[in-house]
């Protein structure tokens, strides 16, 4: 009996363990999304990546809701030729991911913005959606 118990819990805890690279490829692909709908101005892919109850922290510490996000970007007014992410770690717990790494962001050639992250995503009805950001710029 210990034999079996011994052998479900680590298939339970091996398929677990499935799951979350699963989510771990998908949340990726999300911020990938992400990346490429700030670059290219896409309203239509943000308003699906973007959670109603979004709190965007930029790293001058200016909060924006989803609305106001979408907006910014769609516009123009938040300028975003470039945008590369380094080093991102994602920790899966249930239906939520926490991404932190390092964001290079490119508002020109010789603008660069160098800086810390912290996303958070939730998976939902409508996929992986972010509901957080927090940014702090480094030196």
Do not use: C
Not at 22 to 36: H, I, R
Not at 38 to 49: C, F, P, Q
Not at 81 to 107: C, F, M, P, T
């Amino acid at each position: 009996m210990g034999k079996f118990l011994f052998a479900a819990l680590f298939a339970i805890s091996s398929l677990s363990g499935a799951r979350t690279g699963d989510a771990k490829t998908e949340v990726l692909a999300a911020m990938d999304s992400l990346k490429q709908a700030l670059v290219h101005r896409d309203g239509a892919a943000l308003e699906k990546l973007l959670a109603d109850n979004l709190t965007y922290t930029h790293s001058g510490g200016q909060e924006q809701n989803k609305a106001e996000v979408i907006q910014s970007v769609v516009s123009g007014k938040a300028n975003i030729q470039k945008l590369e992410y380094i080093d991102n770690s994602v920790r899966v717990l249930g239906n939520v991911a926490l991404v932190k790494g390092k964001v290079d962001l490119w508002h020109s050639p010789q603008t660069i913005v160098h800086m810390n992250i912290l996303h958070v995503w939730v998976n939902g009805p409508h996929g992986w959606q972010l509901v957080a950001r927090q940014a702090t710029r480094l030196q």
